[in-house]
Structure formats: C-alpha cells, structure tokens
C-alpha cells in the first residue's frame, strides 16, 4: 500500500474590479469577517488568503486559516490513525476547533477504508482543542509519524486561493504573470454608480485619494475579466486528477444599501452587462454564475452589513462558489509529504532555496523531491520559484508585487504628499520624467520604502530583482540610451486619441482573438500587449528598438513604435491595441512584411504562454466593405494556400494583392482566376443596393414554383398565398412586394445568401445572379 496522500480540490480566486468598487470588502465578506476599518489602495496584489471550506449547522462558509492552522489538523489527523494502529480499534470522531476563529468545530474523521471491522463499543467524544502549549510541537509529531512511513493515510480538503488585487489598469495587466490563470474571478461593481461612465482612476494611500491622470469604465473591467478568462487555457502538471474546463466569474454588485430603487436597478445593469458582451452569449451562459432562476448574473450586497445580514450574504457567495464554480476547480492528489513540507515553511514572505531544502530534509524529502514539490506549489498555489535566476522562494508574492506598484505609482501620481508615502528619498524630477517614458535606471528601487521587505535576504538583493524581471520580460534592457539602462511598458500611459498613421503600401493586418468553438470574436486578453512589445525587443534575430519621442511615432501602454533593421537599413512598425484587436503597420519595403509578421507572431506565442493563455488568435483585415463589425479572416486550408471568410458580409471579400504581402503566398484561386473563401468567392459593391422588382423577375422567373422557400428565406408570410400551379409567378410577384415592402434587409446580398442556403432548389438562380451583378449593365444601373 501506498504511503499516505492528501487529496485537495483547489479554487484559485482573483478579485477584481474598478478602484474602490469594494474588492478587499467583499473578499472579508466571502470570509464572514469583520469590514476593514482602514481605507488603503490595494497594491498589484495582497498576500494570498486560504481558505477552507466548512459546513456548519448545514450551512456552507469559507474560513481564512493559516499554515499553523492546517500542520496542527495534520498532526492531530496522523495522531488518531497512528493510536488507531496501535490499538487495533476504530478511532473515535476528532472535533478540532481552529485558533483564530469563533465558528463551531470541525470534526475530521480518517478514512474509513483502512480501518479494520472490531465489534462496537461504548461511543465517546474527545475533544482536542489546538490551542498549541510552547512546549508541545506540532511539526515535530507530524515529522515523527511520517518518519515510520504509515500507509493508507488519505486527507480531503477544498482550499480556496484567494488574491486581492489593485484596480489600476496598469496592475492588472501586470497580474497574470504572478498570480498565472486564475480559476475563478469575482468582479466587484458598484451598483450605486453608472457602470459605462468614465470616471477619474485614483490610488489611494493611508485613506487619502490622488489622482492618477487616467480614466475607465466599470464595465471595461467586466469585459476584460470575462474575455480574458475565455482565453485562459487550463492549467497542465503533474498531480492534477481532474483539470478545471474553463474559468469561471461571479459578479457582485456591492454598495447595495445606496440604491434607491433596487428592482430596476438590478435589472437595467443585468441588461447592461449582458449586451454589453452579446458576442459571448454561449461564454456567458456557461461561465458566469447566475445569481438565481430568472437569469439574474448579478449578486447584490452590502459589503458593509453586520451580525446576521453579513453572514446571509458570506453563505448566498460560498455556497454559489461551491455548488455552481466546480467547473472552474481543480481537483489534486499529492504526497502526505509534500502537504505537510508546504505548512512548514515559515509565514515571512521570502525564503532561500536552502532553508526549503532543510525543511524538505526534515520530512526525508531528498533534494530533487523538495525542488519537485516546490515547482509544484508554483504552478497550483500563489508560491513563486524560479530556480533557473533565483535562489529564493517567493511564498507570498506581496513583496515583489508591492515594489512594483510603487515604481508605477510615480508615473502617475504627481502630489508630493504622496509621493512621500512611497519614498525613502526623493527621485529626481528628470528621472521621473524617464519613467514616464518607460526608462529608469536600477538604483530607482533603491528610493522605494518596499525595498526593505523584498531585499530582506542576502540571497536576493538589488541584482536579483533585475535578473528576474528580465526573465519573465517585464523589462528589457537598453543599450546606448541615456535616459535609462532599462525599459517597462507598464509604466506607459495609454493612448486615449485617435490613431493616425500615413497609408502604407502594405494594407495594415490585423490579429484578432476568437472563442474556439462558437468563433466569437474576443477583445485582447489584458496584459498581452506590454508583453508581446518586451518580447520583440527581446528578441536577436533582427535588431529592435524603440522609436524617438517624436509626434509621428506612439510610446503609450496600447500604441508603440518600433524600429527594426533589415540589411543594415532601419524600417519602423506600429502595433495599436484596439481592444477589440491589435492593428499592425509597417512602412518599410513590402518584402519585409512576411518577416515582421513571423516576429510578431512568435512574441504573442511566447507571452500567450507565459500569460497561460490558448493561441487563440487568427489573421484578419479590415473588411473592404467597411461594414461595421466584420474582419476578413485569413486561414490556411489543407493545401497551404490562404482562404478568406468575412464574419458578418454574407458574401466573402476579394482582397486586393496589398493584402497579401504579410503572408508566404496569397489567396487559394479557383480555375477562373477567383478568390475562394469559405463563404462565397465573389465580393461587388452591388450587393448592399436594393434591387428592382424587374431585375428580379428577371432572374428567379425560371424558380418561380420555389416561391414558398424564397418567402420563408426572406422572412415575409406565404401562408395566405394560393399553391396553384397557374399561380406560382403572381405568388412570387407578391412574395418580392412583401419582402420590399418589409425593407428587412432589401438587399442583393440577401437574396443571394437565401440561394445559397437552398442550392438544390435555387442554384440555377444563383448562378444567374452572380453573372448578372458582375455585369456592365448592372453597374451601369445600380451604381449611377
């Protein structure tokens, strides 16, 4: 028999939400705790929360607990089994009440599987309280009954992970890289405020607001939860008996208590959210937890409520989270050895490589089981290892994060007093103004009152920080610039104006994200874009760097130029994020272009998966059309030639040779010379004109006993139209006048599409059609 394993079902939990929506309230109130009594911005990140899930006078609640709460449940769990073995009898029921809560105990029982049949006896109830005597030592017990290697040894628990993160643009685009794809989302919003109303973003520091020059909406922040999450991929290690299937989002609307008419308000914010992602109706229905049965996402509370009130609200949230959020769980199964080496570490914030490796030693865990353990406990948990720069431990990711919130902070917050809250020394105004153009030096960090938690160990100082933030490409390091030996992203502003480039020869492509199986389109997952720009400069196959700070090139947060050189020549390429997609230009010689495109491609390859993210996304283009909402999709079929496919037209565009100087070979062609799409090939200006009965007649006279179908197809009523055979063309005459009288979409296009979908019936018809629009008579009337 095996020795002992714990199995864990584990829910990572992220909150997020707008500035002050009410994040770090509703985490306290997802624990039944107290509401805080500071008014403090959250950093990019808190500490990680655990939690475990108890069920208490039938109901389910989620208690915070910490590493010495779980070892002392571990040692009293392996104590009774050790008693049982020696005994030969069943143990009895352990009730233990955790140390830093008031709610009623948690009985834990061992696995009845292991345990041998002996006849009943008189019950007894033991209580073993574990408020732990100094001179009692828990790790030491745990340490001395694994020591004898007991088999049949299995603990179950649910744990949840829960980070609480600052609401800053810029530190939500930072987040995925630490905390990696977050399982469940809560998305806080304020219900007592209009959720698309731009509004003034603030950090706040010791309950004071400063303004940081920036604006969003509430339901920016939704949409970039939920669309992100669409693109998380789930995450694959070892230990994993059951994968979670896709992230899943709970929305509270917090500020309950200060809406007047609570009904509506519900309602009209519900109807907001939901169209406001009607392109992800599917994702919605499946990944977002309803509040109740009439389809309701939102869950209203008061983060602020007390006694009774507050603990009705924590129950709805846990019990929601539980029943309803199992998709987004992943269920493990690890060594007993692994589990209690975890609780062991020390609750400081940073520890070195060594110290774990002795704690591992402790439990006879060799070197190599430690480490395996350790990369482990990063992939699942908040812990961070990276052995490959570092010889440290990063058990709670606060210090590293909080250092990086205060070098952004100074990008944006310009009041002394708050800047004095952050600094240890005053930064120079030069200096401050490179960091607003994403250049600094190293010796910044040395300003940052954070520098005292994150450079407490020897093993990682100052040199460490940069060799880590080069690693996972946050930075980048320059050479011969003067205004910094490093380079960030983040700490760009975004780019709220128009974008305008001079046309360049090569028509700009487009990258765009869709759902894998419906084929929705997907905004930009947040973080990407800084990321995929560090990776270019990153790489060494062709020389790049940043362009002058010049008016006609862009250096923002969603909009920057690059120079690359080809043959010993510079050429400049734009990447703007437009939510919706990333636009690229290049304004060099067109042969380049299939070059850039590679390099580009590789950068959203590499941050895709350090983000965790699917390579989800597809090449497009602007629809020549100019119809609102529609990309020409460039895929490329078996053969390796490139078919085209609009998402909206109903007839696929003709793209012009501009178009393909980005990809190794153009357009699959038919015999005739055409462009095949997966949709039909054809693409005329003609299409979206309304057509005259005559021209019509003309055309569908020979299918004129087919009138029903073309009814049906165009939407108009033929039930009341006589099926006489000697009337099948007045029948269709009349189907014509309704469908124009109708003007639902009286369009050429529409006629066509409803041939195409009866071609047994109506391909004579469109064949004919298709002949007619792309004659010269045709032209000459429609497009006088």
């Known amino acids: ?359 591992g030693e402790r439990y006879s865990m060799k070197e190599e089981d430690t480490k395996q353990a350790l990369r482990y406990f990063h992939d699942v948990s908040l812990m961070l290892y990276y052995p490959e720069v570092t010889n440290v431990v990063f058990i709670d990711t606060k210090p590293i994060l909080e250092i990086l919130s205060q070098l952004l902070a100074l990008t944006y917050v310009n009041d002394r007093n708050a800047r004095a809250l952050i600094l240890i020394k005053p930064v120079s105004q030069i200096v401050t103004n490179n960091l607003k153009e994403g250049f600094f030096n190293e010796n910044i960090f040395e300003h940052l009152k954070s520098k005292s938690v994150v450079f407490s160990l020897p093993e990682f100082q100052l040199p460490h920080l940069i060799k880590l933030l080069l690693y996972l490409n946050i930075i980048t390091e320059l050479k011969d610039e003067q205004k910094g030996q490093y380079f960030i992203p983040y700490a760009l502003p975004s780019y709220n104006e128009p974008i305008l480039i001079k046309e360049t020869i090569a028509k700009p492509l487009l990258i765009v994200w869709m759902e894998e199986k419906s084929e929705e389109i997907l905004p930009v997952p947040t973080g990407l874009f800084p990321l995929t720009i560090v990776h270019l400069l990153n790489q060494k196959e062709y020389a790049t760097k940043i362009s002058p700070s010049t008016s006609e090139y862009y250096k923002f947060r969603n909009a920057m130029s690059l120079k690359i050189a080809f043959k010993g020549k510079e050429d400049t390429f734009h990447l703007i994020n437009h939510y919706t997609h990333i636009e690229v230009y290049f304004t060099g010689p067109t042969e380049h272009c299939l070059l850039v495109h590679e390099l580009i491609t590789a950068a959203i390859d590499n941050s895709s998966n350090a983000m965790h993210l699917k390579h989800n996304y597809v090449n497009a283009f602007v629809c020549p059309t100019k119809r609102n909402s529609c990309y020409c999709i460039v895929r490329s079929n078996e053969d390796g030639n490139n078919i085209v496919n609009c998402t909206v037209c109903p007839v696929s565009a003709t793209l012009s040779s501009d178009h393909w100087y980005w990809f190794e070979s153009g357009p699959a062609e038919s015999n005739n010379g055409t462009q095949i799409s997966d949709q039909l090939s054809d693409e005329n200006p003609l299409l979206y004109k309304k057509p005259e009965k005559d021209d019509l007649m003309k055309l569908f006279i020979d299918s004129a006993a087919h009138y029903m179908i073309i009814g049906i197809g165009l939407s108009v009523n033929v039930a009341d139209l006589t099926p006489l055979p000697n009337l099948t063309i007045t029948n269709l005459i009349q189907v014509f006048q309704r469908w124009s009288d109708s003007n639902n979409d009286f369009t050429w296009a529409k006629i066509l599409k409803v041939c195409k979908n009866f071609p047994n019936q109506l391909g004579k018809a469109e064949a004919d059609l298709k002949k007619f629009l792309s004659s010269p008579d045709a032209r000459d009337k429609y497009l006088k």
Request: charged fraction near 25%.
């Open 1 to 359: 028999m095996e020795e002992g394993s714990v199995d864990l079902t584990v829910t990572r939990v992220n909150m997020i939400g707008a500035p002050r929506a009410g994040k770090t309230c509703s985490l306290l109130l997802l624990l039944n705790e107290d509401p805080p009594t500071n008014d403090t911005s959250t950093p990019i990140a808190c500490p990680a929360v655990r939690a475990i899930r108890v069920a208490v006078c039938n109901k389910t609640i989620w208690n915070r607990v910490t590493r010495a709460n779980l070892l002392d449940q571990l040692a009293t769990s392996l104590d009774a089994v050790s008693q049982e073995k020696k005994t030969k009898e069943p143990p009895l029921p352990i009730v233990l009440s955790l140390p830093d809560n008031t709610q009623p105990a948690i009985e834990i029982r061992p696995d009845s599987s292991t345990t041998p049949q002996s006849p009943p006896k008189k019950k007894r109830r033991t209580e073993v309280h574990v408020h732990v005597a100094p001179e009692y030592h828990t790790e030491a017990v745990v340490q001395e009954i694994l020591a004898t290697q007991p088999k049949g040894i299995h603990k179950s628990d649910h744990w949840l992970y829960v980070i609480d993160s600052g609401g800053q643009p810029a530190y939500q685009e930072l987040l995925p890289l630490f905390t990696r794809a977050a399982s469940l989302n809560i998305i806080t919003l304020d219900l007592s405020k209009p959720f698309n109303e731009r509004f003034d973003l603030m950090y706040r520091i010791d309950g004071q607001d400063f303004p940081c020059h920036s604006k969003s909406t509430q339901l920016a922040f939704f949409q970039s939860a939920v669309s992100t999450g669409a693109s998380f991929k789930p995450l694959d290690i070892s230990c994993i008996s059951k994968k979670p299937t896709h992230s899943m989002h709970l929305v509270l609307g917090t500020h309950y208590d200060k809406v007047s008419d609570a009904t509506c308000t519900l309602k009209e914010k519900n109807e907001i959210l939901k169209s406001s992602m009607s392109s992800l109706k599917s994702h919605l229905q499946n990944c977002v937890i309803h509040q109740s049965d009439d389809d309701s996402i939102i869950f209203p509370v008061n983060t602020m409520a007390e006694s009774e009130e507050r603990a009705k609200y924590s129950e709805e949230i846990c019990k929601a989270i539980w029943l309803d959020g199992s998709d987004a769980s992943l269920e493990i199964k690890i060594p007993i050895r692994w589990f209690a080496f975890e609780l062991s570490l020390p609750e400081q914030s940073i520890v070195s490589v060594k110290e774990a490796l002795s704690i």
